[in-house]
T-cell receptor, first 112, second 115 residues
Framework: QKEVEQNSGPLSVPEGAIASLNCTYS??????FFWYRQYSGKSPELIMS????GDKEDGRFTAQLNKASQYVSLLIRDSQPSDSATYLC????????????FGRGTSLIVHP | ETGVTQTPRHLVMGMTNKKSLKCEQH?????MYWYKQSAKKPLELMFV???????ENNSVPSRFSPECPNSSHLFLHLHTLQPEDSALYLC??????????????FGDGTRLSIL
């Protein structure tokens, strides 16, 4: 069974801190990795994608990919209360069609 | 505005009713998806269409019937639903299933409540 695992949280961090969200996946040959943010009652919104080992930065967000260890993480610097949401990790696992597999999501709470 | 529009946004129906959910995407994509998201549960993939052809049916009960008349439109026909079917139903699209580096774009969802 190909899986994507996330700690459901909640992860609670103070405003201004770095929030670190982690995701592991079971399929060694996975090639595409995505982070979505979902506010309560809303739909998932793509915030980062990463395809190669290493770091990818976009504003306050940094995605980190380590294919050898089969994990992908999302760092949020200078966390704000507006970052409070559920963060979904999605992985395009190997196979003939690239349908993403989603993790359960990690709930992040940024408190003032 | 994500380019994926779902209607209605909210739907309340009785167990004997028949209704349909509609999804339209303006992104030029060829793959479309239906997901169910219940409270405190992960996204559940229901159906996938690629170039109008259904490629996935994730053991979804027959009371849910999808329809994809063209690459821009996707419907989910509902009949004789159960209370446990109350959830947020999300439509998504992506370029097509042959593209490895392709994110999904989601609509705002339909909040469905079964009385």
């Amino acid at each position: 069974q190909k899986e994507v695992e996330q700690n459901s949280g909640p992860l609670s961090v103070p405003e201004g801190a770095i929030a670190s969200l982690n995701c592991t996946y079971s399929d060694r040959v996975s090639q595409s990795f995505f982070w979505y943010r979902q506010y309560s009652g809303k739909s998932p919104e793509l915030i980062m994608s990463i395809y190669s080992n290493g770091d990818k930065e976009d504003g306050r967000f940094t995605a980190q990919l380590n294919k050898a260890s089969q994990y992908v993480s999302l760092l949020i610097r200078d966390s704000q209360p507006s970052d409070s949401a559920t963060y979904l990790c999605a992985v395009n696992l190997s196979g003939g069609s690239y349908i993403p597999t989603f993790g359960r999501g990690t709930s992040l709470i940024v408190h003032p | 505005e994500t380019g994926v529009t779902q209607t209605p946004r909210h739907l309340v129906m009785g167990m004997t009713n028949k209704k349909s959910l509609k999804c339209e995407q303006h992104l030029g994509h060829n793959a479309m998806y239906w997901y169910k998201q219940s409270a405190k549960k992960p996204l559940e993939l229901m159906f996938v269409y690629n170039f109008k052809e259904q490629t996935e049916n994730n053991s979804v009960p027959s009371r849910f019937s999808p329809e994809c008349p063209n690459s821009s439109h996707l419907f989910l026909h509902l009949h004789t639903l159960q209370p446990e079917d109350s959830a947020l139903y999300l439509c998504a699209s992506s370029q097509d299933l042959g593209q490895v580096h392709q994110p999904q774009h989601f609509g705002d969802g339909t909040r469905l409540s079964i009385l």
